[in-house]
């Protein structure tokens, strides 16, 4: 976790020589810095010069990933005031989550795995971002096909913090949460995801039982 005085040390988290586009690092450090304990109790967030100081970047790469948190109704601006923490939509507990197996039982339909696999990989540039770990990382990534009894419907491929342990006999028939909680013995506090349609390439095609070029 981050204390209050830890932004400075964010400078090396921004890689210029990434694949992945400054903006959106400096999206997931924002994420970071509004998860510590004094800005969700109110305390102002730093300016905008401040923060590309600290960071090495441009203001229009602060303001571009600042753009997004307050998209996502995570920060308020108030013109002559500052911006601060949404202290309502910071934080989600797990037990307000809907997970997909749960939307799809409200709906009458039983949800069965067709396909899972539990494989060691080393995690890349991105995958290591996401976790806060070191590239090149030995971790766990478990790949399941779900759906109902009449054809797959999502397919999931979630990558693990190496101290989240997952077995072969673990019952993944259930909620991903529910298995990290009970299996594993940790409590997810934080939930961040994002929705985009893409073109269903052959390898997602023949996951999900479609044609190629589907859009998903």
Known sequence: MYEHNDIGGLLDQVDHNSVIPLHIQVEELLM???????????????????????????????????????????IIRKKGVGTKVNH???????????????????????LINYKFEIKKVFSNKE?????????????NRLSRV????????????SYFHP????????????????IIQEECGYIAE??????????ADEKRAHKLQIIKGSPI
Not at 38 to 62: F, H, M, W
Not at 88 to 110: A, H
Not at 192 to 199: D, F, G, M, P
Request: charged share 30%; hydrophobic share 35%; no cysteine.
């Open 146 to 157: 779900r759906g109902d009894k009449d054809s797959p419907l999502v397919y999931f491929v």
């Open 88 to 110: 309502n939509m910071i934080v989600t507990k797990l037990d307000s989550w809907s997970s997909f197996s749960k939307e799809m039982l409200e709906q009458g339909r039983t």
């Open 127 to 139: 995958v290591s971002f996401k976790l806060g770990i070191r590239e090149g990382t030995e971790i």
């Open 32 to 74: 970071n810095i509004i998860k510590i304990p004094d800005y969700v109790q109110g305390k102002l967030l730093p300016k905008e010069a401040e923060l590309a100081k600290n960071l090495g970047v441009s203001r229009s790469t602060i303001r571009q990933a600042s753009n997004r948190l307050a998209e996502k109704n995570l």
């Open 190 to 199: 934080i939930s961040k995801e994002e929705i985009s349609a893409i073109l």
């Open 163 to 178: 101290k989240v342990i997952l077995q072969n006999e673990f019952d993944y028939s259930r909620p991903l949460y529910d």
